[in-house]
């Protein structure tokens, strides 16, 4: 049998305490401002919001700030408060006003000043119900009236069975007085009676129910009933009875009267007292209670839906207990210290505190076990190992052993060899050895001796057994790894300070918390810090434990730091004074049946796992929707803001009261632009956003890091600025469109007007060249026609030379008159041809003959040809090849003139020698052809201008069937234009 499973044997060899001293830790809200001390209600409504009822003034509390509402809003104490199914909050005070709060707008009910009158001044309501019908039923000391919400009539309850001290009307939700008087005090005083008859009136049936009473337990006005599953819990004086099913299930007296009863959602019931709260954790057993807040007068309770607890007080403010439920154990003598030895064993926690004799079991009561083989006043117990062969106890002084339980100790002998200083902690191998450190020695433990295994680099601190003969020992100045079976130490790098504390998790992991160094994880013989990184803020750590769901927890003098893993990421929570824990940090720690204890300078403390912190996200509602310059109402939706106000911020009620859970959302944009993020706090900016459509989502997230699956929706539009508008694109690309328009007409017309100006310019030019080109021309014939005219002469031939000089005239005018022109008419060039040929021929003594032909198309008026353009062909036609034939046979030109394809095809054949024969003849001339080299500058200038880009010219030598020479044909294609 293992030897804790004696443990329960030797609790009847001492003695149990008669508490179980635990105390909760309430915490005084002074940071609410409150307008006054003396507060009589308490309410969080269906949104979240908390409301007190001070006695100067209203307040709402909306998780980040109290919102007071003084007497030029709400006139007198509230004394109670209740919530319609329409979520409008009804109220009424002292002065017996009701006012009723509607969309954030307080106003008076229709019929508070007809209530007014009937109640009078005297007599405070101190009750305020809906029925089924949403019916209003206001209890005031001695009359409940009701407000019929469908003919809108304040009436007064008629008394409904005369022998009952009190009637009721029960449902599942509400306890509703239907007695004309509550009570009958005159009656009450003359025969004070000794029980008290109760009708309960349910789904129409009606029961009495006879309760006990004492004299004493102050049967008044001020009783309160209410329901709770099946059970229905009343409360006059001092007495609180329990009815199930309409009958009496257990009645408890109370040591003070009760001021007002609640019962939570975890099945618990909550008392305030004239002086203080009891706290009944099962409605079905109030044999097991609780007293808190001794000396206090505690007005009303509840728990809010982070199961907090608040509890109203008169002239002592606001009570808050956190929903972690941190329990005080320091009302115990031994436990009301710092702790030597904090550790779980078994079903229980043992503690010790510095300088005692005896060890404190906590598990239901409180056990204390004195050690009587401790002699020295002065001992400190630090550890206790249960080893397979026997419990091992170090104390400072000495060393403990016992092989049966905690009921027979022995010192454990010690020599100045082997333990010069105490042990500190120790650990035991597979193979049942026993082993220790002290401040310099580790020692192994051999038959009721020890034996030292190896001197430690340092003075030793803490020691853990990783498996496989590896030990890990932490010392002064850093931490070491030690192998049994060749105990040489080495420095695991990376910590050189202090090691308070050694924890392998179950899955293997290794966790230090070091002294002003942090907190460490080793891997493969190197300590990584790892505080730093998660976010804690405190640098000394002191004891690492681990819990049944693998969540480490690490204490230092800051609080409590729980490691948690979230699909694999770390996260951190923090336990700390802000959140309920005691101020001092906490040094030792321990983890036992879902509770965390730990201690500090005061004491020994604990707190639920369980409840360590929500798993509910909270509620969250805008406050606020804000630009730069202006403030919008919240009714407005969706907001409408301008372009030049694109910066918004919002301000939010996070609706969480839990310390441990500081408000925080996550957030998520759609629309023009997207964006998503977590943000802690209660302000939202978002800045420079472009114009569009949006929608916010906005989630409440938890200190677990769950969120709310009902969200708060704002829909907001950003307007465009003018100049993003489809009509000032329309616009502007419209103007774009004409200003492109008008750009490109405008560069056209530049480019034509610099396309014309070079046409013209190649024009004159072309032009002038064409006119010097005749004016070269002109002269050469000139001087061709004079040379004959003087041949002539020579010649004595009067009448030839007569006859060639009046044509020649003739001709010299007719260039003279064309000269000047850039074209002249077909007929024109054609009357000059005549001219000049029959001149030729004068000269030449008829050796040639002359043949026009001029087809019906071409119209020698209407066409417009070069001046002088034809001439030339013609004079090298005649000169170079009919002058050359030596009388071989008579020479002969020909003219032929067509239109073919809208060109005016002009064709000068002769019969001459061909151009072959006639180059022979100028090679032994002086004469230079000039007139055909200037006819070919000519055509190519012409070529240029714009009328005659098509002119080309093809020359065709011509020969006979036998092959020989036989003339020329030069054939002109000219563009036809008129």
Not at 650 to 671: C, M, Q, S, V, W
Not at 692 to 712: A, C, F, H, P
Request: with cysteine.
């Amino acid at each position: 049998m293992n030897l804790l499973s004696y443990i329960p044997f030797a609790f009847y060899l001492f003695f149990a305490l008669q508490t179980s001293a635990q105390q909760l830790n309430f915490v005084n809200l002074t940071t609410l401002d409150l307008p006054s001390q003396s507060a009589f209600c308490l309410f969080q409504d269906s949104k979240g919001y908390i409301w007190i009822g001070t006695d100067a003034g209203l307040c709402r509390l909306n998780g980040n700030s109290t919102e007071v509402y003084n007497e030029k809003t709400v006139s007198g104490t509230v004394q109670a408060m209740e919530e319609d199914p329409l979520g409008n909050i009804w109220m009424v005070t002292s002065t017996n006003r009701i006012y009723v709060f509607r969309n954030n707008i307080f106003f008076e009910a229709p019929f508070s000043s007809d209530y007014q009158n009937r109640v009078g001044p005297f007599m405070a309501t101190y009750a305020i119900d809906f029925s089924a019908s949403n019916d209003i039923y206001l209890n005031s000391g001695l009359h409940t009236f009701v407000y019929d919400i469908s003919e809108r009539r304040l009436n007064q309850v008629e008394t409904v069975d005369t022998s009952c001290w009190m009637a009721y009307q029960i449902d599942s939700k509400t306890s509703i007085p239907l007695n004309g008087h509550v009570f009958n005090r005159e009656r009450f005083i003359s025969e004070i009676p000794d029980s008290v008859s109760i009708n309960l009136i349910s789904d129409g049936k009606s029961k009495t129910v006879v309760l006990d009473y004492c004299e004493g337990d102050m049967l008044d006005y001020y009783n309160r009933v209410i329901q709770k599953d099946q059970f229905t819990i009343f409360q006059f004086g001092k007495k609180i009875t329990v009815l199930e099913q309409n009958s009496v299930k257990e009645t408890i007296r109370l040591d003070y009267r009760a001021l007002s009863i609640y019962a939570d959602k975890n099945g618990g019931l909550w008392v305030g007292t004239v002086a203080g709260l009891y706290h009944f954790p099962d409605l079905s057993d109030l044999s097991h209670k609780k007293f808190y807040l001794q000396g206090y007068t505690i007005t009303s309770v509840i728990m809010d839906r982070e199961e907090n607890i608040w509890c109203s007080t008169f002239g002592k403010g606001i009570l808050y207990l956190n929903h972690l439920y941190l329990e005080s154990f320091t009302n115990a003598k031994e436990l009301n210290k710092p702790l030597s030895l904090l550790q779980v064993m078994g079903s229980a926690v043992f503690a010790a505190g510095t300088g005692s004799q005896s060890i404190t079991r906590i598990a239901d009561t409180l056990t204390l076990f004195k050690i009587e083989e401790v002699t020295d006043t002065l001992e400190t117990f630090r550890y206790i190992y249960p080893a397979k062969k026997g419990f091992y106890l170090f104390g400072k002084a000495a060393c403990y052993t016992s092989l049966s339980g905690f009921g027979a100790w022995s010192s454990l002998p010690q020599t100045a060899e082997d333990i010069k200083y105490p042990l500190i902690e120790g650990f035991e191998t597979e193979d049942s050895a026993m082993y220790a450190i002290s401040l310099t020695k580790l020692v192994k433990f051999c038959a009721g001796k020890t034996e030292t295994v190896a001197k430690l680099p340092h003075w030793g601190t803490c020691v853990e057994y990783t498996g496989n003969r590896q030990v890990m020992i932490g010392t002064t100045q850093g931490l070491f790894m030690l192998d049994l079976e060749k105990p040489t130490f080495k420095k695991t790098e990376g910590i050189h300070n202090r090691v308070n504390d050694i924890k392998q998790t179950r899955g293997g992991k290794i966790f230090i918390a070091t002294k002003n160094e942090g907190l460490f994880e080793v891997k493969n013989e190197v300590a990584y810090r790892i505080d730093s990184f998660l976010g804690i803020e405190a640098s000394s750590f002191f004891e690492i434990d681990e819990d049944e769901n693998g969540n480490l927890w690490v204490t230092s003098k800051t609080g409590i730091h729980c490691l948690k893993m979230h699909s694999g990421v770390p996260a951190i929570y923090s336990f700390t004074t802000e959140n309920g824990l005691p101020s001092g940090g906490a040094v030792k720690l321990a983890i036992h049946n879902g509770y965390i204890y730990f201690s500090n300078q005061d004491g020994l403390f604990r707190f639920s796992q369980k409840t360590a912190w929500t798993e509910t996200a909270p509620k969250i509602h805008l406050r606020e929707f804000y630009t730069k310059n202006t403030k919008y109402p919240l009714q407005q939706a969706p907001y409408e803001i301008p372009y030049d106000e694109n910066s918004i911020g919002l301000n939010f009620d996070i609706l969480t009261f839990d310390k441990l859970n500081k408000p925080a959302f996550f957030y998520e944009l759609t629309g023009a632009e997207n964006q998503a993020d977590r943000v802690t706090g209660n302000v939202l900016e978002l800045k420079n956003l472009v114009p569009g459509k949006y929608q916010l989502r906005i989630n409440g997230v938890s200190s677990q890091g769950n969120t709310r699956d009902e969200s708060l929706l704002i829909q907001f539009n950003i307007t465009k600025p003018f100049y993003l508008t489809t009509w000032f694109y329309l616009l502007i690309f419209s103007g774009i469109i004409l200003l492109l328009v008008f750009t490109i007409r405008f560069i056209i017309r530049k480019i034509r007007a610099k396309e014309e100006e070079k046409t013209r310019i190649n024009k004159l030019i072309a032009e002038s060249q064409l006119t010097a080109l005749q004016a070269q021309m002109n002269p050469h014939f000139i001087f061709n026609a004079i040379n004959s005219i003087q041949n002539f002469i020579l010649k004595n031939n009067e009448k030839e030379a007569y006859d060639y000089l009046a044509k020649f005239s003739k001709l010299i005018r007719m260039v003279l008159n064309n000269s000047g022109e850039k074209t002249i008419s077909l007929q024109q060039e054609l009357e000059t041809l005549k001219l000049y040929i029959e001149l030729e021929q004068l000269r030449f003594a008829d050796k040639f003959d002359y043949a026009l032909t001029v087809s019906d198309e071409a119209e020698q008026t209407s066409i417009e040809i070069p001046a002088m353009l034809i001439q030339p062909y013609v004079e090298n036609a005649i000169w170079h090849g009919l002058m050359n034939l030596n009388n071989s046979r008579k020479g002969l030109l020909k003219l032929d003139i067509s239109i073919e394809n809208d060109l005016v095809k002009l064709i000068i054949e002769d019969n001459g020698i061909g151009r072959a024969a006639a180059r022979e003849f100028r090679k032994s001339e002086v004469y230079v052809p000039l007139a055909m080299k200037l006819t070919e500058k000519r055509v190519h200038v012409i070529s240029q201008m714009g009328d005659y880009k098509g002119i080309r010219v093809e020359i065709t030598d011509l020969t006979t069937e036998n092959g020989q020479p036989s003339g020329t044909r030069v054939t002109l294609f000219l563009p036809l234009t008129n």
